[in-house]
């Protein structure tokens, strides 16, 4: 059965697509935890860190490229940002298709919640 993040993909389930490519599409966060909050997906369904492999590592490079084009996009590369990718339960990782948060537009404290 597909992830909720492959049937935004598909257009099954609305979200705001603000980038794509072949490999990635990227929406904004429907519960946003900065001024910008987009994920980054990829279009293969890959569902933790925990499974990734040296034939699908590429993907996370992907992911980042992405994040960079979208910062660009939004402007903030000088003031920064934040990725984030979380993998299960301590983690908090709640869809299990692997994702790329983008946080920007205000600073970010550290440790992180
Ligand atoms: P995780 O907790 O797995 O790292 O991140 C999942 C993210 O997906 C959360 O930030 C959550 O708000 C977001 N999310 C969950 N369901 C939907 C949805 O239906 N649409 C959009 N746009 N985001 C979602």
Redesign the pocket.
């Known amino acids: 059965m597909a992830t909720?993040?492959t049937k935004?993909i598909n257009r099954e389930?609305p979200?705001?697509i603000v980038y794509e490519t072949d490999k990635v599409c990227a929406?904004?966060?429907?519960?946003?935890?900065a001024p910008h909050?987009i994920?980054i997906v990829p279009k293969a369904e890959i569902p933790t860190i925990n499974d990734l492999t040296p034939e699908t590592a590429h993907y996370v490079g992907d992911l980042f490229l992405a994040a960079k084009e979208i910062a660009t996009q939004l402007g903030v590369t000088e003031k920064g940002y934040r990725v984030?990718?979380?993998c299960n339960g301590d983690?908090?990782?709640?869809?299990?298709h692997i994702?790329l948060?983008l946080l920007a537009g205000r600073p970010m404290t550290w440790p992180p919640g």
């Open positions: 909720l993040f935004i389930i979200a705001k929406f904004q966060d429907i519960h946003p935890q909050h994920v984030v990718m979380n983690g908090g990782q709640t869809v299990f994702h948060h």
